[in-house]
């Protein structure tokens, strides 16, 4: 399996609910980023977390890193129809690159 | 804003053709990076440059070359474009972080099919 890998891969929720997006890695990182894509479009940056945080806010979003763990999650909290995206983890390993997961495709019906 | 910008949002090449892929970004970023996306296996890093003129192979970098002679453009290369390259690719760029990876910018992506 890859490094960054998110879980689950495909999310349904309704509008209002909370939606949870799991990432685990395998090495050591510096940082971990959160990216969203909408379809068929570019990827935009959400939140970055270094290795020495364990919990970050912004906005709606709420990101922890468990370095013990290899592992971190994305909560999108009180979830509207726009938030219907593709989420990516991408961890910062120190090789100069970013590497991403495959996602979770997260859809919220109204 | 900054504003990564792609040739092309939608290619389709012949088998053999040689392909460019140009990558523009206005904010004077060092680091630029090309990647493909594939249903199901994510982002995948082809190449990417960290000055002018300095380049380093990505996870996938067969079939493909890549040029970066200013900073604010970075194109890739398919020399002989083969169907296994029909590819949504994305472009992006960041800014130096010293040691550590800073937040990556996106282009919209150019859907490329190869026939």
């Known amino acids: 399996s890859q490094q960054g890998e998110e879980d689950p891969q495909a999310l349904s929720i309704q509008e209002g609910e909370n939606a949870t997006m799991n990432c685990s890695y395998k090495?050591?990182?510096?940082?971990l980023q959160w990216y969203r894509q909408n379809s068929g479009r570019g990827l935009v940056h959400l939140i970055l977390?270094?290795?020495?945080?364990r919990e970050k806010h912004s906005g709606r979003l709420r990101v922890t890193l468990d370095t013990s763990k290899k592992s971190s999650s994305l909560l999108i909290t009180a979830s509207r129809a726009a938030d219907t995206a593709s989420y990516f983890c991408a961890t910062d390993t120190g090789r100069r690159a970013l590497t991403f997961g495959s996602g979770t495709r997260l859809q919220v019906q109204p | 804003d900054v504003k990564v910008t792609q040739s092309s949002r939608y290619l389709v090449k012949r088998t053999g053709e040689k392909v460019f892929l140009e990558c523009v970004q206005d904010m004077d970023h060092e680091n630029m990076f090309w990647y493909r996306q594939d249903p199901g296996l994510g982002l995948r890093l082809i190449y990417f440059?960290?000055?002018?003129?300095?380049?380093e192979k990505g996870d996938i970098p067969e079939g493909y070359s890549v040029s970066r002679e200013k900073k604010e453009r970075f194109s890739l290369i398919l020399e002989s474009a083969s169907t296994n390259q029909t590819s949504m690719y994305l472009c992006a760029s960041s800014l130096s972080l010293g040691l550590a990876q800073n937040q990556q910018f996106f282009g919209p992506g150019t859907r490329l099919t190869v026939l």
């Open positions: 090495t050591s990182i510096n940082n």
């Open positions: 977390i270094r290795s020495n945080e």
């Open positions: 440059s960290y000055d002018v003129k300095m380049k």
